[in-house]
């Protein structure tokens, strides 16, 4: 990353379009966030509806108090622990300090310092709020990897900044920090255990609330392909029947799941792809059976990291369907878990 393409995306900004950044999570899709015009453009470019707020990014916990108002001392714990990081604060806004857009009309925001460095640079450089959510169309699988937002926003974007695969791979966790304690509204990698552990107070979790948030609607993070969600030992049944029904199968599991309960033969056990799919269209229109088993994740960190990459994959193969054996446990776990039952919930 050149320096010159920063102050490029820092032009792009001041000039109202759209700048595309990697975090550590996903890319955001980035615009100014006290430019109402800037905004209308980012909704419109995702096709989100208005009314649903985005996150504003700053480079610095400092910087918290210049879009928020009352921040509780416990979210103030919380932040000097895990900024930048993976989280996401729920903030009263400060009067005047964002556009109403921004917020969907709210009287609060949600506040973000993501730990990358060009997302850093960016956001030093510009040195107001950037207002981004993940850079992908609304609904759709949210991107990890510079390709993977030129190939879901072409020209739409004015700038994508190449910051290589997101570390960690889910959006972030976002925390409630309106009230007297934490209320978990989306999980991420920073865990219930984690929020406890700084701020001293047990976090409640609000996933399925009232709160008009996209990233927490039923539906979200979907493939084209249906994704359904089994167990070790329903794996095999499942495919088995998708099989006979006639469908072009692919399946999603932690390592070893596969080889102990996948009965057929699959058309390719990959390695890691994170970088360079080893499975393609190509491989399986040439190839005689409909199974694909995805290159399975070590553990639930890679889980998170490979598992937008494979739901991409799933729509590049023109696979039917995946069936998918979550990771088990807490934490990343869950959230991973989380984006998959959403990834599975049908469309209307
Ligand atoms: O990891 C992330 O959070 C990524 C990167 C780019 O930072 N961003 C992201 O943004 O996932 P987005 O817009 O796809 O999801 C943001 C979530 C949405 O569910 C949104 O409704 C919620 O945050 N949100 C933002 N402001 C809010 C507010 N004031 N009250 C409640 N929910 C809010
Ligand atoms: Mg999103």
Same mark, same amino acid.
């Given at each position: 990353m050149t320096p010159d393409a920063i102050d490029d995306a820092v032009a792009h900004l001041r000039a109202g379009r759209l700048v595309a950044f990697p975090t550590e999570t996903v890319y955001g899709l980035g615009a100014d966030a006290a430019d109402p015009d800037a905004v209308a453009r980012l909704y419109s470019v995702k096709g989100r509806p208005t009314g649903h707020p985005v996150i504003v990014h700053v480079a610095t916990a400092e910087q918290l108090d210049t879009v928020a108002a009352d921040v509780p001392d416990w979210a103030r714990a919380l932040v000097a622990r895990?900024?930048?990081? #993976?989280l996401t604060l729920v903030v009263r806004r400060r009067p005047g300090a964002v556009c109403d857009a921004v917020t969907g009309g709210r009287d609060t925001v949600g506040v973000r310092v993501p730990d990358h460095p060009v997302a850093t640079a960016l956001l030093t450089r510009f040195a107001g709020g950037v207002a981004a959510p993940s850079a992908n169309r609304f609904g759709r699988v949210s991107p990890t990897t510079a390709e993977h937002v030129r190939s879901d926003l072409g020209d739409d974007v004015a700038a994508v900044l190449d910051g290589g695969a997101c570390a960690v791979g889910v959006e972030s966790t976002i925390v409630d920090a309106t009230g007297p304690a934490p209320v978990v509204l989306r999980l991420g990698a920073v865990t219930a255990e984690q929020i406890e552990a700084a701020t001293g107070l047990t976090p409640t979790d609000s996933l399925h609330g009232a709160v008009a948030a996209p990233g927490t609607l $039923?539906?979200?993070? $979907? #493939?084209?392909a249906t994704v359904e969600i089994v167990t070790a030992t329903e794996l095999s049944e499942r495919v088995g029947a998708h099989l006979r029904a006639g469908r072009r199968i692919g399946v999603l599991a932690p390592d070893g799941i596969t080889a102990e309960h996948l009965a057929a033969e699959p058309l390719i056990a990959g390695k890691s792809t994170a970088d360079a799919p080893t499975v393609g269209p190509a491989d399986a229109v040439s190839a005689p059976s409909r199974i694909v088993v995805l290159p399975p994740p070590a553990d639930a960190a890679a889980y998170a990291h490979d598992l937008y990459a494979r739901l991409r994959d799933a729509d590049l193969l023109g696979l039917d369907v995946v069936v998918v054996v979550p990771p088990g446990g807490a934490g990343i776990a869950a959230a991973v878990t989380d984006r998959l039952r959403r990834a599975a919930t049908v469309r209307e």
């Open positions: 895990h900024w930048p990081g #993976p $039923a539906s979200h993070y $979907a #493939p084209d």
